[in-house]
């Protein structure tokens, strides 16, 4: 492939604002931009808003034509005068932190040889900041763009893209779209989607009523915080029977599961503690599920024999500790372009009354189908199944596949800019993650990770190697001179 002639002024002005770069993604890693309860003129919470301020203000810096769209995303419009081709989807919101991070803090940047280590340096404020530097680079090597390119940068792709419905409300979806937010080559199908709540609650006997003093009775179980994210942690809390067959229990599941399994007994309760890895829904094999891991521990554990408990089983039988494709739930699909079905238990909260006379459980899982499935063979199917069990499934439909035909202009093209910079072939590929593009009808997901790389993106000691940031910058600006000079 030859190189075009503009390639050599963009690489070297890269080169030359490496240090800058990593200033601005330092800055930006550095606000705790989780999603928090609305406040007046900040629908996504204070510390979205301020990042949202904080890339307006770079991209203003930069020389961009900036819009602010209600605190839900920022705009930086580059040739504005001219009729928009292309449209960058990027998000500065994060997921939730743990406190198990081991190389730093996780909203302290911290850079270890060519990685730099925090929440978001991969999910997407890395990313954001390669798209940024892009535009940067082509104005001010004075690269002439027939049409206009823009730069959107969201506060709610984590949790359920609200910023792109209201954005969408105003403006209309570009020629071109493409999101810096999944891996290299290039994403051009993403998986439908199927993230449910199921909730369960009821009468059962008392704890005065239970004369059986060996048996388990099981007070609290909480794990998981949204229904995108693998639990690392749960927490369970014991009454009755005895160490012995507890601690037999727990040695057999950590061998079952590599779960770590901690308790401490107080006031005639174990308060259990089950710990694994967090990871990204998505990717279920890739995490290391503490939820799961403690319903295994409960399946060991002699029960008394009540509803809730009873509940708890069901829910553990059809949501097996690794069972990544739903098989326990008859839903494992595949197909040839779109691949298999991913299902991970991201959510459950089960409570007791005082006197134990009464139960609550509220779970959620996150499905990711081939294109294959539909709300009749996998959503009914679900649905039915739970409530065979006694658990009722929320009314809600399931996210369609999203495909963006292999040979259009938009997904050649960019490969181009890909197999400039890596030299090698490029092939559009499938993913269960949805990126902020599943809903058009024209986007793409386009870099910043390498496949063969795990960045534990919503997970402990989430990275970014620099040297992919830099290199994702070149190819975003190859990419916009492509699809707009």
């Not at 012995?244 to 590599?258: D, N, P, W, Y």
């Not at 991913?342 to 409570?351: A, E, K, P, Q, R």
């Not at 499938?430 to 063969?452: M, N, Q, S, W």
Request: with cysteine; proline share 4%.
């Amino acid at each position: 492939m030859s190189e075009p002639r503009y390639k050599q002024q963009i690489d070297e002005w890269i080169d030359s604002h490496k240090d800058e770069m990593v200033r601005d993604l330092c800055m930006l890693m550095r606000i705790p931009s989780v999603r928090g309860d609305a406040e007046e003129g900040m629908p996504y919470g204070p510390e979205a808003a301020r990042a949202l301020e904080a890339m307006e203000g770079l991209m203003k810096e930069y020389g961009l034509k900036t819009s602010n769209y209600a605190n839900h995303c920022v705009t930086g419009d580059l040739a504005p005068e001219k009729k928009k081709t292309l449209d960058i989807l990027a998000h500065l919101d994060v997921v939730p932190v743990s406190d198990t991070w081991t190389k730093t803090q996780p909203f302290e940047p911290y850079i270890e040889g060519d990685l730099i280590y925090g929440r978001g340096s991969s999910d997407d404020k890395g990313p954001a900041i390669a798209a940024l530097y892009a535009l940067r680079a082509i104005r001010e090597t004075g690269i002439e763009l027939a049409n206009s390119v823009r730069l959107i940068c969201g506060s709610d792709e984590e949790c359920g893209s609200g910023d792109l419905e209201y954005y969408y409300g105003i403006e209309e979806e570009a020629e071109y779209t493409f999101t810096p937010d999944a891996d290299f080559p290039l994403i051009n199908i993403e998986k439908g989607r199927l993230a449910s709540e199921f909730t369960a609650q009821g009468d059962q006997a008392s704890a005065e009523e239970i004369e059986d003093t060996d048996v388990f009775r099981v007070l609290a179980l909480h794990a998981g915080d949204k229904e995108n994210v693998i639990p690392g942690r749960a927490g369970v809390t014991l009454a009755g029977g005895s160490t012995e067959v507890l601690e037999a229990a727990a040695e057999e599941i950590r061998a079952l599961t590599g779960c770590e399994i901690t308790w401490g007994f107080g006031d005639g309760q174990y308060a259990v503690e089950v710990r694994g890895n967090t990871g990204h829904a998505s990717t279920p094999q890739n995490g290391l599920n503490a939820l799961t891991g403690a319903l295994e521990l409960l399946k060991k554990l002699p029960l008394a024999k009540r509803a809730g408990e009873e509940k708890l089983l069901c829910t553990a039988a059809l949501w097996p500790h690794g069972d990544y494709n739903g098989s326990a739930l008859k839903v494992d699909y595949k197909d040839e372009e779109s691949g298999e079905l991913t299902m991970s238990l991201d959510v459950l909260h089960y409570d007791v009354k005082d006197d134990e006379s009464a139960y609550e459980l509220r779970g959620c899982y996150d499905c990711r189908a081939p294109i294959c499935a539909n709300d009749q063979n996998l959503t009914e199917k679900i649905r039915s199944q739970l409530a065979e069990a006694g658990i009722c499934m929320k009314e809600e439909a399931m996210s369609e596949a999203h495909c963006v035909p292999a040979d259009s202009e938009l997904v050649r093209k960019l490969l181009e800019s890909y197999e400039l910079y890596f030299g090698t072939k490029g092939e559009p590929i499938a993913i269960g993650g949805g990126t902020y593009v599943h809903h058009l009808k024209r986007g793409v997901a386009f870099g910043c990770a390498e496949p063969d790389v795990d960045n534990r993106m919503h997970g402990d000691d989430e990275f970014m190697k620099l040297s992919i940031l830099y290199k994702s910058a070149k190819i975003f600006a190859d990419a916009i001179v492509r699809l707009c000079g």
